[in-house]
Nanobody
């Protein structure tokens, strides 16, 4: 059974950094596009970043562009989200997601399955 497990969340002050990891098990993700999404209390789950199967193409939500970087290591079956210059409004549960497609688009991610999420809290 394919699973995604996020880690690296926690409490950080405004302006700080965190690096989230998403470890895949049960199925290789080397032929899958991958993404990060986030959900704040009372709000819908929103797109954050996407990376294609090779890591050669990435895209970001406008709200995180220039501050967050998505990357992957297919040999380790892991995807990362480096988050810098964190803001209070970045507080959310962050979810890793696998796409059914090798080259998903922002507007059409083609979700296959989610991880359970990791909480990021940014304090002022």
């Amino acid at each position: 059974q394919a699973q995604l497990e996020e880690s690296g969340g926690g409490l950080v002050q405004t302006g700080g950094s965190l690096r989230l990891s998403c470890a895949a098990s049960g199925r290789a993700i080397s032929n899958k596009g991958m993404g990060w999404f986030r959900q704040s209390p009372g709000l819908k789950r929103d797109f954050v970043a996407v990376i294609n199967w090779s890591g050669g193409k990435t895209a970001y939500a406008d709200s995180v562009k220039g501050r967050f970087t998505i990357s992957r290591d297919n040999a380790k079956n892991t995807v990362y989200l480096q988050m810098n210059s964190l803001k209070v409004e970045d507080t959310a549960v962050y979810y890793c997601a696998a796409s059914q497609m090798m080259n998903p688009a922002v507007a059409n991610f083609g979700l296959d399955y989610w991880g359970k999420g990791t909480l990021v809290t940014v304090s002022s």
